[in-house]
């Protein structure tokens, strides 16, 4: 039987998701501790209860939000086959671009001192070691050894999935980065070896 969450718990949650929702569509460094208690319908004194300060609210959501980062891209590369794969993380990239998850993403990883640098540099270690541990398991799964070690695989493909992000949310050409995505794919697909 799942464990009951407290009052307190689902008033951090309720917070933390609206939080996110501020940082999605403003950026983390514009938010105030003011606009996330009116939008999480609550005190702010209540915010200040359970985070102590606005980077405590802000180092939460990027917690969240890597956490559920991860978990989306792991999932898109457990598809069957390699064009399955390519286009299941695509869509989910698209998504991210169309939802606010790159806008996030950025402003709370991308810039210096809005939150702590460990949590930034163990945020995107772990993001990079889950691309490069799924892209592992996908070749081999294609019968595919790997050339490289899966932690240099996950730099890469968290390079291209960041770029193409930014490229995404600067109001490229969505066309052509799909193509392009697809040619970085290949690239992937050639740094392994039939087993």
């Known amino acids: 039987m799942p464990k009951k969450r407290t009052n307190s718990e689902r008033s951090k949650e309720t917070i933390v998701a609206a939080a996110d929702t501020l940082i999605r569509r403003k950026g983390a460094a514009s938010i105030t501790v003011d606009q996330v208690a009116k939008e999480a319908g609550c005190a702010k004194g209540l915010v200040h209860y359970h985070f102590k300060t606005k980077r405590g609210v802000i180092e939460a959501v990027a917690q969240h939000v890597a956490a559920s980062r991860t978990e989306a891209w792991v999932a ?17 990239l698209t ?5 606010g998850t790159i806008r996030a993403w950025t402003s709370m990883f991308g810039q210096g001192g809005v939150i702590p640098e460990q949590t930034v540099r163990k945020s995107i270690e772990e993001f990079a070691g889950a691309l490069g541990r799924a892209a592992d ?4 799964d294609l019968d595919l050894e ?3 070690l899966p932690e240099e695989n996950g730099w890469l493909l968290g390079a291209v999935v960041h770029g193409m992000g930014l490229e995404l949310l600067s109001g490229a050409d969505q066309e052509e980065l799909e193509g392009a995505y ?3 794919w290949l690239g992937i697909l050639s740094l392994a070896t039939p087993s």
Do not use: N
Request: net charge neutral.
């Open 76 to 92: 898109a590369f457990r598809a069957p086959t390699p064009k399955g794969a390519i286009d299941q993380s695509w869509s989910l």
């Open 95 to 99: 998504r991210e671009s169309v939802d």
């Open 137 to 140: 398991e996908l070749l081999r």
């Open 146 to 148: 790997p050339t490289i």
């Open 182 to 184: 697809a040619a970085a």
